[in-house]
């Protein structure tokens, strides 16, 4: 089972900032949040991921509370383009059969014009 | 670029008919990750494999099995199609250590009849 809770829905307006919001409280030390997009009909596209610290790269900043229990992905200027489904995932990538990779349902993200 | 080419985009199989679905990917990952999606379910992993001729069962592995001969290359097997088979199948690829992200293919379309 998916380790991680979103909503199922969310509109933002062209634009405005989109705070994505991921719930994983039972978040291990070593395992790492991770956000990813898919665009209908299209493979997932890997966005951003971090461990403790708050990052942020060219697409999205991602910020995680400081008990790690939750996180919030930002695109700070949302534009159509975004409307997208986001998962957000945690994992380790040890090694072995350690490297699942579960995905949720993940939350619609509709930009409006 | 990372690439990971899927076989087909889209394939319509019979019922009953033996089905490969083949994936290769370009960057030498030792990971490699079967998904289906299929509405209202999120992605679904099948079976990943962590190393050529290692496999690991994922949530939904009943009806499906892999094949992992050479690291570039996992391929799905369908043994016996049936219409509760048709979806969309992705494949991801990714490597071990570190903070790494993961990569995927375009998907196929898959149509039992």
């Known amino acids: 089972d998916a380790k991680t809770t979103q909503p199922t829905s969310m509109d933002c307006a062209e634009g405005r900032a989109a705070n994505l919001p991921c719930n994983h409280s039972?978040?291990?030390?070593?395992?790492?949040v991770y956000w990813y997009r898919q665009i209908h009909s299209q493979g997932p596209q890997y966005i951003i991921h971090?461990?403790?610290?708050?990052e942020t790269n060219e697409m999205a900043s991602l910020i995680i509370t400081e008990d790690r229990k939750s996180s919030t992905l930002i695109l700070p200027h949302a534009t159509l383009r975004d409307t997208a489904v986001y998962y957000c995932i945690v994992r380790v990538w040890g090694g072995g059969a350690t490297n699942k990779l579960i995905f949720g349902t993940g939350t619609l993200l509709a930009v409006q014009p | 670029d990372v690439k990971v080419t899927q076989s087909s985009r889209y394939l319509v199989k019979r019922t009953g008919e033996k089905v490969f679905l083949e994936c290769v990917q370009d960057?030498?990952?030792?990971?490699m990750f079967w998904y289906r999606q299929d509405p209202g379910l999120g992605l679904r992993l099948i079976y990943f494999s962590y190393d050529v001729k290692m496999k690991e069962k994922g949530d939904i592995p009943e009806g499906y099995s892999v094949s992992r001969e050479k690291k570039e290359r996992f391929s799905l097997i369908l043994e016996s199609a049936s219409t509760n088979q048709t979806s969309m199948y992705l494949c991801?690829?990714?490597?071990?250590?570190?903070?790494?992200?993961?990569?995927f293919g375009q998907g196929t379309r898959l149509t039992v009849v």
């Open positions: 991801a690829t990714g490597t071990v250590g570190g903070n790494t992200e993961a990569f």
């Open positions: 971090g461990l403790k610290n708050n």
């Open positions: 039972t978040i291990s030390g070593n395992e790492y």
């Open positions: 960057m030498d990952h030792e990971n």
